[in-house]
């Protein structure tokens, strides 16, 4: 069973960068697409981003485009989140999930394993 555990969340001021990691364990971590999540309070869960098993192509949803990057390093069985040019609107609990759809998808449907997550703050 695969866990996923992130990381780097916190509290910055508008403007200011961060960077999320999520280590996974226990699966194959390479044969999986990756996303990450966020729920901010009193809204719905929605995708940030996603990135694919094959190629590295990624996915990013229109509100954190050009803003927010998402690599992995398969190595180190981790995926990250840089997060740049903060907006108070950023302002969630950020969560990592993995799929086999080797794609990736915007359904959180498809995740079977999900991290804890982690809060990001930002101050305006």
């Known amino acids: 069973q695969v866990q996923l555990v992130e990381s780097g969340g916190g509290l910055v001021q508008a403007g200011g960068s961060l960077r999320l990691s999520c280590v996974g364990s226990?699966?194959?971590?390479?044969?999986?697409?990756l996303a990450w999540f966020r729920q901010a309070p009193g809204k719905e869960r929605e995708v940030v981003g996603t990135?694919?098993?094959?190629?590295?192509?990624?996915y990013y949803s229109d509100s954190v485009k050009g803003r927010f990057t998402i690599s992995r390093d398969n190595a180190k069985n981790t995926v990250y989140l840089q997060m740049n040019s903060l907006k108070p609107e950023d302002t969630a609990v950020y969560y990592c999930?993995?799929?086999?759809?080797?794609?990736?998808?915007?359904?959180?449907?498809?995740?079977?394993?999900w991290g804890q997550g982690t809060q990001v703050t930002v101050s305006s």
């Open positions: 999930a993995s799929t086999t759809t080797s794609g990736g998808s915007v359904d959180q449907m498809r995740y079977n394993y």
């Open positions: 990135i694919a098993v094959i190629g590295g192509s990624t």
């Open positions: 226990g699966g194959t971590f390479w044969r999986y697409a």
